[in-house]
C-alpha cells in the first residue's frame, strides 16, 4: 500500500510540474527556437528565417495595397 501511495504521489508531482505555466512556456519557447536555431550547432536556420519573413513581408504589402484600393 505504501509503495503504491509514494508511486502515485510521484506522479501527481510529475502532473503538477509538467502543466505548469512556467513549464509550458519553456517548452513552448524551445520549440520556437528550434524552428529559427539549430539546437545542436547553435547556427540559425536561414531558411526557416527567411520563409517567415517572406510571410510577413508579404501580408504587410498586401494590407498596403488593400488600404490603398479602399481608400480611393
Known amino acids: 500500500m505504501e509503495a503504491t501511495r509514494e508511486r502515485l504521489a510521484g ?5 503538477v510540474h509538467r502543466t505548469s505555466p ?3 512556456a519553456r517548452r513552448e519557447l524551445t520549440s520556437v527556437k528550434g524552428y529559427f536555431v539549430d ?3 547553435g547556427r540559425p536556420r ?3 528565417i527567411l520563409k517567415v519573413a517572406g510571410g510577413v513581408l ?3 504589402a498586401l494590407v498596403a495595397v488593400l488600404r ?4 480611393d
Open 22 to 24: 512556467k513549464t509550458i
Open 39 to 41: 539546437l545542436r550547432t
Open 11 to 15: 506522479t501527481i508531482d510529475q502532473l
Open 68 to 71: 490603398r484600393v479602399t481608400r
Open 58 to 60: 508579404g501580408t504587410v
Open 46 to 48: 536561414t531558411t526557416n
